[in-house]
């Protein structure tokens, strides 16, 4: 049995796990248990009022910025890791849950205990059977916020769970998986466990039978709940006809379904923002375990594999969701002692049906069929595994553009440079526009142009691999990229005057493309929102003339704080070499406006000596 190993967890430490949350099941009364041997085990009780599981029509979510306890510690100008950087849209999770856990790590000694461990290099598993696992998921993403920092030299945690209910949003797992967190989560689910699809449901749907049902589900014995057909019935078939929806809905999207019609109707039917996140470990019996990464693939078995065979079973699968519930520790045991595991990996070649199954697929077949797969399921499945190879197809294709990009911009940096020869930055050419080089360099923008919307755009559409994004070599990438030409398009921008006619480039003319690529770049080197906004500087810059042209005579006022500001800033830039000197050049734009400026302001400017030095 302890030779069993499933990621980096052992057969062993997972019947420990087990055994304390289910333990913790039976201590509702505390915050938490722990256990303490070669690792830590602490493991969180179920709740079981409604308002802890639905604090809010429909789904009970909330964008986790409403919790500071996620957000990296000491520093809450850096943005929290869950968040998606293409959309710049923050996570979502369930609402219930999130305020437990804030009041578990608020009023207990929980970042007491979790200290010690790591002082005293302990790797630490944070646990929980049902609403508790939920729990244990939270403050696992809290731990891995807070202490898991970038060359510092740490045990991983591990977070395992025994039907939990889903805890976060399509962004919440997309998260985890960019920042290689997700192989820390690890969640076993039963095959008709109710629990883990509760969430696929609305209130609306499921509060009158949801208290009593987890009335039935927070008993301390561990024995078959009986006597509650009717409620169960009820309740198993609004879960699943709301989980019908999200999986179908999810399905459409994976086939490429473009139909508007899919869109219109997803407007009308309320769909769970729920979604699975790190490993599932699902226990169809007969001593198995099925293990499934590909987060798509989940949510399709989360529907169908509790499906009916028929109408005729209603009550008494109706009844196994709640009892199935309570038997993770015996099917575990049986399931540990057989070592039966069968990993469910390149999905798109699952055999669709036990007749088209090859000889090497027999043990994922046999697999399948114990999980009570259709050929629908089948179908679904092998679309997930299709999707997450397009992806990968998608990311070696622009691997492919990294030549391209890189060819480009090593002429961009010819201009630049033969620019400066001529005491005028590359700025100030582009912008006036009189020569060959300078139709050449705008024909290299654009083309660069071209392959950058591309990359962005299937970023927003999440149509590359979540790793893609906390790849260094194309955040570095990116942003030699922005340095480079974002002060074009600006030059472009003000060339052709629309800021009369849009605005401002930074607050309307601004393309998504650099916006995206300055987060990527603040999100991977953990540095404060908006800090690296170095390749704006000629936006502000042509701002500040603006100003100072229009304003009164003499009313440097009007623009003192803002140039103090951009000063400052620009002494920073040009030592940290995000800048180069070329905006110092006797014909730049910026050196002939600062000259203008009051002597009293330039006798103090931290950039006086760097502009007398270049004129």
């Known amino acids: 049995m302890g030779s069993l190993?499933?990621?980096?967890?052992?057969?062993?430490?997972?019947?420990?796990?087990?055994?304390?949350?289910?333990?913790?099941?039976?201590?509702?009364?505390?915050?938490?248990?722990?256990?303490?041997?070669?690792?830590?085990?602490?493991?969180?009780?179920?709740?079981?009022?409604?308002?802890?599981?639905?604090?809010?029509?429909?789904?009970?979510?909330?964008?986790?910025?409403?919790?500071?306890?996620?957000?990296?510690?000491?520093?809450?100008?850096?943005?929290?890791?869950?968040?998606?950087?293409?959309?710049?849209?923050?996570?979502?999770?369930?609402?219930?849950?999130?305020?437990?856990?804030?009041?578990?790590?608020?009023?207990?000694?929980?970042?007491?205990?979790?200290?010690?461990?790591?002082?005293?290099?302990?790797?630490?598993?944070?646990?929980?059977?049902?609403?508790?696992?939920?729990?244990?998921?939270?403050?696992?993403?809290?731990?891995?916020?807070?202490?898991?920092?970038?060359?510092?030299?740490?045990?991983s945690p591990l977070c395992v769970t025994f039907g939990s209910p889903l805890v976060g949003d399509f962004i919440f797992n997309h998260a985890l998986i960019r920042e290689n967190w997700s192989n820390f989560f690890l969640h076993f689910v039963m095959r008709y466990d109710i629990v883990p699809r509760i969430l696929l449901a609305s209130l609306s749907t499921v509060g009158q039978e949801l208290d009593q049902i987890l009335k039935l589900l927070s008993q301390k014995a561990m024995f078959p709940i009986q006597g509650s057909v009717r409620e169960a019935s009820t309740f198993y078939t609004s879960v699943m006809r709301n989980a019908s929806a999200v999986a179908s809905h999810a399905a459409c999207r994976l086939m490429g379904n473009t139909n508007p019609i899919l869109e219109t109707v997803a407007s009308f039917i309320e769909l769970s923002p729920y979604r699975p996140c790190g490993t599932f470990v699902f226990l169809p019996g007969h001593g198995k375990l099925v293990v499934v990464k590909n987060a798509d693939a989940i949510l399709q078995l989360l529907f169908y594999s509790a499906q009916l065979c028929s109408e005729n079973q209603l009550n008494a699968v109706a009844e196994r969701s709640l009892n199935d519930h309570l038997g993770y520790p015996s099917e575990l045991q049986g399931c540990l002692n057989w070592q039966n595991v069968v990993q469910l990996d390149h999905l798109e070649g699952l055999p669709l049906s036990s007749s088209g199954a090859a000889a090497g697929n027999i043990a994922t077949n046999i697999a399948l069929d114990d999980l009570g797969l259709s050929t629908r399921a089948r179908l679904c499945l092998r679309a997930a595994g299709e999707h997450e190879k397009r992806k990968l197809s998608n990311q070696q294709r622009m691997d492919n553009k990294r030549q391209e990009i890189e060819l480009g911009l090593a002429k961009l940096e010819e201009y630049k440079s033969k620019s400066a020869l001529c005491k005028v930055g590359y700025y100030d050419a582009f912008r006036i526009s009189k020569y060959e080089d300078d139709f050449k360099a705008n024909v290299t923008r654009l083309e660069l142009t071209g392959i950058w919307d591309e990359i962005i755009e299937m970023l927003n559409r999440y149509e590359l691999p979540e790793p893609f994004e906390s790849r260094k070599d194309w955040i570095e990438l990116a942003t030699k990229y922005r340095r480079i030409v974002e002060p074009l398009d600006i030059a472009n921008y003000y060339r052709h005057a629309k800021n009369e006619d849009t605005g401002s480039y930074m607050y309307k003319g601004r393309p998504r493309r650099y916006k995206y690529t300055q987060r990527w770049r603040e999100h991977g080197l953990r540095m404060p929102v908006g800090s690296s906004a170095e390749s704006c500087f000629w936006a502000e810059v042509e701002e500040l003339l603006l100003l100072y042209r229009t304003a009164d005579p003499g009313a440097f006022e009007v623009i003192r704080e803002r140039t103090i500001n951009l000063e400052r800033k620009l002494d920073e830039w040009i030592r940290s070499n995000q800048i180069s000197n070329d905006v110092f050049l006797k014909g730049s734009t910026f050196t002939k406006w600062w000259i203008t400026l009051p002597i009293q302001h330039k006798s103090v400017s931290p950039i006086q000596g760097q502009i007398n030095r270049e004129i």
């Open 5 to 155: 190993t499933i990621g980096e967890i052992s057969g062993e430490l997972i019947k420990k796990t087990c055994w304390i949350a289910m333990a913790a099941h039976k201590s509702p009364e505390k915050p938490y248990l722990v256990e303490k041997s070669s690792e830590v085990l602490i493991s969180f009780p179920g709740s079981w009022s409604v308002g802890d599981w639905f604090t809010q029509q429909p789904f009970g979510e909330m964008k986790i910025d409403g919790s500071e306890l996620l957000c990296p510690k000491g520093n809450n100008k850096v943005a929290t890791s869950l968040r998606s950087i293409g959309c710049d849209e923050l996570a979502s999770a369930n609402k219930g849950f999130l305020t437990r856990f804030e009041m578990i790590l608020a009023k207990s000694s929980l970042q007491t205990e979790v200290e010690k461990a790591i002082k005293e290099k302990k790797k630490i598993v944070f646990t929980g059977h049902s609403s508790g696992g939920a729990i244990a998921i939270l403050t696992t993403v809290w731990f891995l916020e807070h202490y898991l920092k970038p060359g510092k030299t740490l045990m």
